[in-house]
């Protein structure tokens, strides 16, 4: 894996290259070509063979977050047994395993560990108040 300005470049298995990682203001559901034409340009800077590379695939995702970038990592109110991690934004696939490590722990002792208590749930206004409608089985 490479970097380069504000992109990502990994070549996979069969020899391709992905890049991207951007962070856009925008709510677009198609990648800009505009932006597309700056990723290119960076990779070509950085890998100069590739700016004869037609581009295959562009597209855009968006990043689930919480209006303070972290995550959240609670049980949901009102019920006993169901937990919520989510809006990781653009670190949960490197949080992810040490989060769950931390989850776990208070899955099977019953208390909350220390290192989650800034991701409270309760830190947001309107998140006191209980789930409703909500059928778990199993």
């Known amino acids: 894996v ?3 300005e504000s992109i990502l470049v990994r070549q996979l298995p069969d ?3 992905l890049a991207g990682s951007t962070i856009e203001a925008d709510l677009e559901p198609e990648a800009l070509p505009q932006r597309v034409t700056e990723i290119r340009a960076d990779l070509a800077r950085l890998v100069p063979s590739a700016a004869a590379v037609p581009t295959r695939w562009s597209w855009c995702c968006f ?7 972290l995550p959240v990592v609670d049980r949901l109110p009102g019920l006993d047994n169901a937990f919520v991690t989510a809006g990781h934004y653009r670190t ?3 949080a992810g395993p040490g989060i769950a490590a931390s989850l776990a722990t208070w899955i099977a002792s019953g208390r909350r560990p220390n290192e989650l208590m800034p ?3 309760g830190r947001f ?3 006191r ?3 409703s409608n909500v059928r ?3």
């Open 63 to 69: 990043r689930p977050g919480t209006p303070d970038r």
């Open 125 to 127: 206004e309107d998140a």
């Open 92 to 94: 949960g696939i490197l």
């Open 15 to 17: 020899g391709r290259l």
């Open 129 to 131: 108040r209980p789930v």
């Open 2 to 4: 490479a970097v380069i």
């Open 136 to 138: 778990l089985e199993g």
């Open 119 to 121: 991701l409270a749930l």
